[in-house]
């Protein structure tokens, strides 16, 4: 018997997967728990639809990840700080550009 999953059921499958059970275990757990449905044409057909459209918007998140991961490259961004150094007895300035780190000792007598 095919039973369309409505939840994740463990050893079965994961929700919106169409798996092939015996037929006691489909009626009397399955359907009967409202864990699946009857794996009819509409519902084989309804649990493929969902299928596609979910990879269909994974593939555009991914698409619009790298497009800002690529847009993001091109970002140049500094910032300073100024901490109290007392090995060296005045001000440290830490420049983060770009994952680098650049410090200046900028000492005060």
Not at 54 to 63: E, L
Request: net charge positive; proline share 0%; with cysteine.
């Amino acid at each position: 018997m095919k039973v369309v999953l409505l939840e994740d059921v463990k050893k079965v499958g994961k929700k919106g997967e169409i798996v092939e059970v015996s037929d006691a275990y489909g009626r009397n757990v399955l359907i009967k728990k409202g864990l699946g449905l009857e794996g009819t044409a509409t519902n084989v057909n309804n649990a493929k639809q969902k299928q596609e459209s979910i990879a269909h918007n994974k593939a555009v998140a991914n698409d619009e990840a790298k497009i800002l991961a690529a847009q993001l490259t091109k970002v140049e961004v500094t910032v300073k700080v100024r901490i109290k150094c007392k090995r060296l007895k005045g001000y440290s300035s830490y420049e983060v550009h770009r994952s680098r780190l650049h410090t200046h000792i900028l000492l005060t007598a």
